[in-house]
């Protein structure tokens, strides 16, 4: 069993960026990093179309598959849109019914319950979760391909999600997750994510991108000595704000 890993864009091609400036290279490649350690440790062949931020085209990533002889196809992306209220995951296969279509449905089943709080945006029209589309490498890859949207990075809550490890290995881990499904094959620690109130999602992110907190432990007591370096920070932020106004 061999699962060629699909970070993508990368060197010249940024993919999108956030409002914070977020690149999505920077975020996917991390990502699919961990989602290698998780399948190879259950006794799975990886192989990645890049391992750093390198130019890598479409129809080099379908060769690289190809050439493999994959028998999954799995591309790692995070979405965009103009409004930046967009918001979820989303999981994409070719279109038709297909090889792929297990294997979306289990990712997406996994990645809804790991995590519970965040959309999952699904087109169940024709008795699936999966979105269908012709994007390059669903069509000429030969393994059943599946390219996962794991959040909008043009939504700055989602942007402030992207860029945090933990989301990023639950990310991974949730992904492993529905692909050990699909092959029956039991993970060693299937990844669950605490089950957060919408508010203190929302909460979290504001935190982390306003820079008053690094959105650990969110349901831990706060140090007297982590409120007062939180209090500073906002008062820093207060002051530049104040600062940018008179200027």
Known sequence: MLVVLDPGHGGRDPGATGPGGTREKDVVLPIAKKLA?????????????????????????????NAAGADIFISIHANAFTNPQAKGMEVWTARGQG???????????ALITVFPDLV??????????????GFYVLRWTDA????????????????????MPDYQAKAAGAIANGVLKHLGIEPEAPVELETLPAWVVRARAWAREAGISDGTRPLEPAKRA??????RQLCIITAQAGNNRLN
């Open 99 to 109: 090889a792929a279509d297990p294997i979306a449905e289990s990712i997406a089943d």
């Open 144 to 163: 059943p391909a599946v390219l996962v949207e794991l959040a909008f990075i043009s939504n700055p809550a989602e942007e402030a999600l992207l860029k």
């Open 226 to 231: 982590e409120v007062w370096e939180m209090l």
């Open 120 to 133: 999952f945006r699904a087109d169940v029209s024709d008795g699936d979760k999966d979105k269908e589309a």
């Open 37 to 65: 350690e998780i399948l190879t440790s259950a006794g799975i062949k990886v192989k990645l179309t890049r391992t750093d931020d390198s130019d890598v085209g479409l129809a080099e990533r379908v060769k690289i598959s």
